[in-house]
């Protein structure tokens, strides 16, 4: 029994949600395909797409693949796979699965031995995050209608949906930019302390400064190169990648004492900036 | 709104709501599954305790979520993103670097084409990815993830990719970035522990209201036109 969680039955059911997964991205990727082909957009640009989101997806699925195996310590392999491969998010399943341990006694830093434990977590990490996929469907089209029909409307009501569109993605980029400007993650002790494991720093702040800088310098390089435009889809990744090389790069350049500055002290009670 | 249009969108709902739904009895598979093959069911009060504080935490950001990535991503992009998760750390910036870079806008069809490529493309990598370094590197990456070197780098992957993909936004929007970045650092100040749905929730209408000021002349007649239509 001491091999449950990486059992053949495990993997089994593994497969099928992979398979379930292939399926569905399969189906939306041809029919997409097939219009985008009605809607004469150029099969340069449908390549461009593939091609920039696959580079685009690497590295924060390395990331995904790091927290499976952080998960891996008490869950065994297989049941982070799949939590990751379906609905999962790096936040929410270290969480769920802390949250229903820390009910039965245990946390992520033991392996859980108990099957009832196991499968407690399995069904706490799968009912939390269901609930999207049931109300979804009742409001998404409703939604899109409504704010489609507003800024697609005539021309005037064009240019607002453009600078609506635009205000919300600077928005949603915001958010993420704070969180690497002065943001931090807490765990709470069984004693009830709130406990930092992550703060931003100086090596965050110094990774978006240098993701910034390289894209704007890479964005300037393909708009002068006459090669520009094919090179264009690449630049993102790229920057991305550069950046995160930077920030290891600092790590080992930088005296411990500057590149090791957090915000909020890793491990100690969370006391605000304020 | 084109004919065609309407029939494509109708569509798109129709399909995403099959697969959604199917997805649902899929993800009910894997914990009775489990707790099948282990003969080992959790007791209710126990499952109870825990979804009690779950709840509360992830169903109210899940109305937050929808309310905010369907008219970013799209119909079929934002069904795909829910079933496969990891939204607002990839699927998201994804679509959105898709569209950019194929200059078309969300809620057109184009838009609706290029974010749903690019999720679903981004959902099989991610798939893939995961499922070879299980299989194949489980060994070599449990180490590389440990060793302080590349933790660095795992850990940076957000900031690498929200600066990287602002600056392309920021280029062109320079003046509509102050509102939302200030606004984010100073709720961050307040509750440095905020979840990034809520704080991207709160930016994103900060940035709107950034945009309604500086946009004054744009949005006025727009505004106008949709009060008359309401009445």
Same mark, same amino acid.
């Not at chain 1, 379930?20 to 009605?38: D, L, N, P, T």
């Not at chain 1, 992520?108 to 108990?114: K, P």
């Not at chain 1, 703060?199 to 965050?204: A, K, L, N, W």
């Not at chain 2, 029939?7 to 099948?36: C, E, Q, R």
């Given at each position: 029994?001491?091999?449950?969680?990486?059992?053949?039955?495990?993997?089994?059911?593994?497969?099928?949600?992979?398979?379930?997964?292939?399926?569905?991205?399969?189906?939306?990727?041809?029919?997409?395909?097939?219009?985008?082909?009605?809607?004469?957009?150029?099969?340069?640009?449908?390549?461009?797409?593939?091609?920039?989101?696959?580079?685009?997806?690497?590295?924060?699925?390395?990331?995904?693949?790091?927290?499976?195996?952080?998960?891996?310590?008490?869950?065994?392999?297989?049941?982070?796979?799949?939590?990751?491969?379906?609905?999962?998010?790096?936040?929410?399943?270290?969480?769920?699965?802390?949250?229903?341990?820390?009910?039965?006694?245990?946390?992520?830093?033991?392996?859980?031995?108990?099957?009832?434990?196991?499968?407690?977590?399995?069904?706490?990490?799968?009912?939390?995050?269901?609930?999207?996929?049931?109300?979804?469907?009742?409001?998404?089209?409703?939604?899109?209608?409504?704010?489609?029909?507003?800024?697609?409307?005539?021309?005037?009501?064009?240019?607002?949906?453009?600078?609506?569109?635009?205000?919300?993605?600077?928005?949603?980029?915001?958010?993420?930019?704070?969180?690497?400007?002065?943001?931090?993650?807490?765990?709470?002790?069984?004693?009830?302390?709130?406990?930092?494991?992550?703060?931003?720093?100086?090596?965050?702040?110094?990774?978006?400064?240098?993701?910034?800088?390289?894209?704007?310098?890479?964005?300037?390089?393909?708009?002068?190169?006459?090669?520009?435009?094919?090179?264009?889809?690449?630049?993102?990744?790229?920057?991305?990648?550069?950046?995160?090389?930077?920030?290891?790069?600092?790590?080992?350049?930088?005296?411990?004492?500057?590149?090791?500055?957090?915000?909020?002290?890793?491990?100690?009670?969370?006391?605000?900036?304020? | 709104?084109?004919?065609?249009?309407?029939?494509?969108?109708?569509?798109?709902?129709?399909?995403?709501?099959?697969?959604?739904?199917?997805?649902?009895?899929?993800?009910?598979?894997?914990?009775?599954?489990?707790?099948?093959?282990?003969?080992?069911?959790?007791?209710?009060?126990?499952?109870?305790?825990?979804?009690?504080?779950?709840?509360?935490?992830?169903?109210?950001?899940?109305?937050?979520?929808?309310?905010?990535?369907?008219?970013?991503?799209?119909?079929?992009?934002?069904?795909?993103?829910?079933?496969?998760?990891?939204?607002?750390?990839?699927?998201?910036?994804?679509?959105?670097?898709?569209?950019?870079?194929?200059?078309?806008?969300?809620?057109?069809?184009?838009?609706? &084409? =290029?974010?749903? +490529?690019?999720?679903?493309?981004? !959902?099989? %990598?991610?798939? #893939?990815? *995961?499922?070879?370094?299980?299989?194949?590197?489980?060994?070599?990456?449990?180490?590389?993830?440990?060793?302080?070197?590349?933790?660095?780098?795992?850990?940076?992957?957000?900031?690498?990719?929200?600066?990287?993909?602002?600056?392309?936004?920021?280029?062109?929007?320079?003046?509509?970035?102050?509102?939302? &970045? =200030?606004?984010? +650092?100073?709720?961050?100040?307040? !509750?440095? %522990?905020?979840? #990034?749905? *809520?704080?991207?929730?709160?930016?994103?209408?900060?940035?709107?209201?950034?945009?309604?000021?500086?946009?004054?002349?744009?949005?006025?007649?727009?505004?106008?036109?949709?009060?008359?239509?309401?009445?």
């Amino acid at each position: 029994m001491e091999n449950f969680k990486s059992s053949t039955g495990m993997y089994a059911i593994a497969l099928l949600i992979i398979a379930f997964i292939v399926a569905q991205s399969m189906f939306f990727i041809i029919k997409s395909w097939k219009h985008g082909k009605e809607l004469g957009i150029k099969k340069e640009t449908l390549v461009n797409t593939v091609t920039s989101s696959i580079l685009f997806t690497i590295a924060p699925a390395i990331s995904i693949l790091v927290t499976v195996f952080v998960l891996a310590k008490a869950l065994g392999i297989v049941l982070p796979w799949i939590r990751l491969t379906v609905i999962g998010n790096l936040a929410y399943e270290t969480v769920a699965a802390e949250t229903a341990l820390n009910n039965l006694g245990g946390s992520l830093s033991s392996e859980i031995t108990d099957p009832v434990q196991f499968s407690t977590v399995a069904w706490a990490m799968t009912i939390g995050a269901i609930f999207p996929l049931t109300f979804l469907p009742l409001v998404c089209k409703k939604l899109q209608k409504a704010i489609g029909g507003a800024v697609n409307k005539d021309e005037k009501s064009a240019k607002v949906g453009d600078i609506i569109s635009a205000s919300a993605f600077i928005g949603i980029i915001s958010a993420f930019i704070a969180r690497a400007i002065n943001g931090c993650s807490t765990q709470t002790s069984t004693d009830g302390i709130k406990l930092v494991t992550e703060s931003s720093g100086f090596i965050s702040i110094s990774t978006l400064i240098c993701a910034i800088i390289l894209m704007l310098l890479f964005t300037l390089i393909c708009k002068k190169a006459s090669w520009g435009a094919k090179a264009e889809p690449f630049a993102m990744p790229l920057a991305m990648f550069c950046a995160m090389g930077f920030a290891v790069l600092l790590t080992k350049v930088v005296p411990a004492d500057i590149s090791g500055f957090t915000w909020y002290t890793i491990g100690e009670e969370l006391k605000t900036l304020l | 709104m084109k004919n065609t249009e309407k029939n494509y969108f109708d569509k798109v709902h129709v399909w995403g709501t099959v697969w959604n739904y199917i997805a649902l009895v899929v993800m009910f598979i894997v914990p009775i599954g489990i707790s099948v093959l282990l003969k080992s069911w959790p007791t209710l009060s126990v499952l109870g305790k825990v979804l009690v504080t779950l709840i509360p935490l992830y169903w109210v950001t899940a109305i937050v979520e929808v309310a905010t990535y369907v008219p970013m991503l799209g119909a079929g992009g934002t069904y795909l993103s829910f079933v496969t998760g990891n939204i607002s750390n990839l699927k998201l910036p994804c679509g959105l670097n898709a569209m950019e870079n194929a200059k078309v806008r969300p809620n057109t069809e184009e838009g609706e &084409v =290029i974010s749903t +490529i690019a999720i679903a493309v981004s !959902s099989l %990598t991610t798939t #893939v990815v *995961i499922a070879v370094g299980v299989l194949a590197f489980s060994k070599v990456f449990s180490s590389a993830s440990s060793n302080p070197t590349f933790a660095a780098a795992f850990n940076n992957v957000l900031p690498a990719l929200f600066g990287a993909l602002g600056a392309s936004y920021f280029i062109k929007h320079w003046k509509l970035a102050f509102v939302p &970045v =200030i606004t984010g +650092i100073v709720m961050l100040l307040i !509750s440095p %522990t905020m979840g #990034v749905g *809520i704080l991207m929730f709160i930016t994103i209408v900060a940035s709107i209201i950034g945009a309604l000021v500086i946009y004054k002349a744009d949005f006025g007649p727009f505004l106008k036109g949709l009060s008359k239509k309401n009445k």
